[in-house]
């Protein structure tokens, strides 16, 4: 009895181990198999390391500012008989904006007219007089002062009516009606905004190290975000005298053309002042470049070790510098000519296989012009 048990559990061991022999040589052959393992290739596009010569310029922000530009107001109060323009139309300088109520003040001036003529009547007449010694010149005296005083009244009264009959100052742009016809108009009240647009002043200021490399007539290139790929040149016109004592920089202002009229003041506008310098750099497209919290990274693509590798990507840290449209400058890590991964940056990792394919690649600009369509 005692052996047949002794029997069963060796034979029960013995499966045991047999089953725990192909346990572990299953676990080891699935170890190889993984170790083995080589994920297919990514595909990825790839771009050159380009040397560039790009001229030097002076980043700014800056904002747009009218050459000329006013809130037309009125000097005297009164009730608008007349409005002449409506809102947002261009106007030539002196044309009538808004007449108010002066029919008070052509009734004092019919008066005065009057007097002035009975003045200037007295006038000759004293003259007369006095030529034939029948009046002292004193008289004579009295009747021209009198008429020049009249004459006075009246000049102040039509002042009064040419004040009332407000004028464009300059051509340009009116903004937005404020008044309504019938409406009391104090004086200083707003009536509209009027704009000059063509040309337009761009204010900005630079560290005051750059001072030395500022000269009136250089070549200011500026971009804003509502007209995006659009750049608008223009021409360096003042540097200010003193420096801003709290910040050490100088404020400067260019003028553009602004034919268009599609700058409009207030604008928040980036301006680059272009220098005469060319340097040499080097340049990939910004879709290269990964930013990490340790630094900028690019995928190096190069041979691998062995023939059956392919390609391989290697992570190199770089330093990058100034972003022009498409482009970033790199100032250290790379060499010209050296390629690149292009875009998919984010699935790849070192010493990663890769298979390239350029068949779609977009094509990178310094001017980049979106389409909107």
Wanted: proline share 5%; glycine share 8%; with cysteine.
């Amino acid at each position: 009895m005692k052996s047949r048990v002794f029997l069963a559990v060796c034979l029960v061991i013995l499966i045991l181990g047999i089953l725990a022999g192909v346990k572990v040589l299953q676990i080891k052959t699935m170890i190889a198999a993984g170790k083995a393992y080589v994920p297919p290739p990514d595909t990825v596009s790839t771009v050159v390391v380009q040397s560039q010569q790009w001229q030097d310029e002076l980043p700014a922000i800056g904002s747009i500012a009218a050459v000329q530009g006013v809130t037309v107001t009125t000097e005297i109060a009164g009730t608008i008989k007349e409005i002449n323009f409506e809102s947002g139309s261009v106007v030539a300088q002196d044309d009538l904006l808004v007449r108010l109520d002066t029919s008070s003040e052509e009734a004092q001036l019919r008066a005065l007219e009057s007097q002035v003529e009975l003045a200037g009547i007295n006038v000759e007449r004293s003259r007369k007089l006095r030529a034939g010694n029948t009046i002292s010149q004193s008289e004579l005296d009295t009747a021209e002062a009198s008429l020049k005083q009249n004459q006075a009244n009246a000049d102040n009264i039509r002042a009064t009516i040419a004040k009332k009959t407000i004028r464009a100052p300059f051509a340009g742009r009116l903004g937005i009606r404020q008044v309504n016809l019938g409406q009391y108009l104090d004086n200083g009240k707003p009536i509209v905004s009027l704009q000059s647009l063509s040309p337009v002043y761009v204010n900005f200021s630079l560290p005051q190290q750059e001072l030395g490399s500022l000269k009136t007539g250089l070549p200011v290139r500026l971009t804003t975000d509502g007209y995006a790929g659009r750049n608008f040149t223009g021409t360096l016109t003042a540097i200010n005298p003193d420096l801003d004592e709290s910040t050490r920089s100088v404020t400067l202002q260019a003028t553009l053309d602004n034919a268009d009229q599609a700058l409009r003041p207030g604008m928040f506008a980036r301006v680059n002042v272009l220098l005469p310098q060319q340097k040499d750099v080097l340049v990939v497209p910004l879709t290269a470049v990964l930013s990490e919290p340790f630094g900028d990274t690019v995928y190096v693509v190069e041979p691998g070790t062995n023939a059956a590798a392919g390609l391989v990507v290697r992570a190199q840290v770089v330093q990058t510098g100034p972003a022009r449209g498409d482009f970033v400058t790199v100032t250290a890590g790379l060499k010209a000519g050296e390629r690149v991964v292009g875009a998919g940056l984010f699935r790849l990792h070192n010493h990663e296989s890769v298979v390239e394919d350029n068949t779609l690649a977009p094509e990178a600009s310094q001017t980049p012009r979106p389409n909107n369509g």
